[in-house]
């Protein structure tokens, strides 16, 4: 055990002797927590699927075409016979459009194909009608892992990951057809496109913020700002008419598309679409393209090496069919028992957060009985679904195709039916997550909650823990996602996830007020890997913060032993990671990091200071006017 003291790092002093022998997978970025949980599902779903694949016997159809898929992936040597071909074959269609007028004809084929495009479009709920459905449009992404990377006080990093990114192009693009001519065309221009779209799409930051995202405006108003595309004949094509609004989530992108998309820059869109499309069409090739394929990327995070292509066939397969492997990891290691346990907690928790809402500072009467209405009305769900959606019933494994063929056939199916739901009603049943995925979340649009089995294990969760230990693992994880229906997006959203401001205005300027003590709380922490933008992860702090409270309050209810409590709350944040990946998740992860979460919330409550004494000497003590409470 460290010398150090719990009153000045609760992180390092509950997970030190871990950190110090953990050793991280070298096709993974971390080790610890979330991540153990997951490598340990893989694990038992795999040798299931080895176990399927030598019986030949399957609990669903669903199973039959994942583990068939799966079978075709770990083929190396027909993805080594077929090489870069099938890439090729796909890119094809691009090279066959000369101009505009064969763009324009072609654009419902390249949507459905999946095709890197100037701009992206979906169907999604209405965020203020969350019954129905709307057509969304957003730009295309960059080529780095955020578009912040390309704003001033960069330059370095930028042009590093630039480099790092332009090697493995080039290689790979070494493999086509082109002369070595055109090769170093392609990149070229690649690049240019690149740094338009850079300069007009959203940041992580500005996509943290819901509520933006929610402009309609009238399509023929989008139509003329999206010329040269004919966007009215687009919409006939796609949907059979012409919906009279659209929704754009980045206004300043489609007030700029005529500097990204017109006839000079064509040619740019061209070479641009087609070297995207080749390198995102590479797992599925050869394992040589495999690996070069994957090498940005994995310097990005500090992996050592690409998955063997056993583990990588299941990540595919299990991704591609992910109800049905989560019905199944649901069905066959997560107990009845368990998810009644579990389910009691959650509304246990609902209860007192109600209660405690009775006594908030920040919230009027007439607010409170809508915060305590939205409670509530909060759907629950628990473990894994009862069924999965029908089109997978639709997801046909050929076995005389390819897994390359299989997977954009699945794609292009997928692409179509997420398109087809325009005239339908909002699925609510539908779950945001599969049953052996090791996470859970809200969803402020449908005011829902989600737990799926493969998260309800030690440390956060066991029939075998302690009623302390699990209120400060899963417990807190469940206040978190109630808390996120009160968060600076969530705030937003009413008890049935349309955006509705609810709140009187002095309310809401009480609120803010205390959202920016928040902010201010982690903003400019100095890291080994880098500086916290407060800004970015205030929703998930104040969800944090609001889990930690609401359980530590029912503590008091269970005469709870609170050194359990924050020990394990310090457990479930465990992690070892590459340096290179905890940069990386400054720019793009929306959560504090790992030993934040972990140290920083205990400090805003006063069972953290009487349960170890914590006093101004103390590393981990906050002056009473600092510490922040909200829920």
Known sequence: ??????????????????????????????????????????????????SMEATQEFPSEHLRNAVLLYSQIKDVKKRNRDGIRPALKEASILLKIKDMNAFNRRLPELIYGGYPLPFAIGVDADMKDTKHHCVMLSGPSVILPDASYYKPGMEQQKESMLGLWSQMASAILAKTRLSPEDQAL????????DAIIASLVKTSEEWADYPAIYNPMKTRTVAGLLKPIKFRKLLERLFGRVPEIIVVAEPRFLKGFKELFNEENFPLYLHWAYVTCILGSTSLLSEELRNLGGTFRRALSGIAAMPVPEKFAYQIASNLFSQPVGLYYGQKYFGEEAKKDVTEMVYGIIAKYKQRLLHNDILSESTREKAILKLSKI?????????????????????????????SAISRLRVIDGLSKLDEPVDRTKWAMPGHL????????????????????????????????????????????????????????????????????EDNKKFVQRTKAMIKEFDG????????????????????????GVTLDMMHDIDGNFEEYFVNWAKVWCIKAKPEYQKLLLSVDVHAPAVLRANMQPQNFDEWYATYHVTKKDKMYLAPNKRVTIW
């Not at 392609?186 to 496109?193: A, I, R």
């Not at 922490?525 to 998930?540: A, D, Q, Y």
Request: hydrophobic letters at 40%.
């Open 438 to 505: 090791v996470n859970a979340c809200y969803n402020p649009f449908s005011n829902d909650i989600t737990f799926p089995a493969a998260i309800l294990q030690a440390p956060f969760y066991s029939l075998k823990q302690t009623r302390s230990q699990n209120l400060g693992g899963i417990g807190a994880v469940i206040g978190h996602e109630i808390s996120h229906a009160f968060d600076n997006n969530g705030a937003r959203c009413d008890e049935n996830g349309n955006l509705n401001n609810w709140w009187t205005k």
């Open 186 to 193: 392609y990149l070229e221009d690649t690049l240019k496109f």
């Open 525 to 548: 922490i100095e890291l080994p890997w880098g500086k916290v933008n407060g800004s970015f992860i205030v929703s998930e702090n104040i969800a944090d913060n609001g889990g930690m």
């Open 1 to 50: 055990m460290s010398d150090i003291r719990i009153q000045d790092d609760l992180f390092e002093y509950v997970n030190h002797d871990w950190i110090e022998s953990a050793v991280i997978p070298d096709d993974k970025p971390t080790a610890g927590g979330f991540a153990d949980l997951a490598v340990d599902v893989e694990k038992k779903l795999m040798a299931d699927f080895a």
């Open 379 to 407: 759907e629950v769900k628990m473990g894994y679904p009862d069924k999965v959606e029908e089109i997978y019933d639709k997801m046909i494994v050929d076995p005389d195709k390819s897994a390359f063929e299989n997977v």
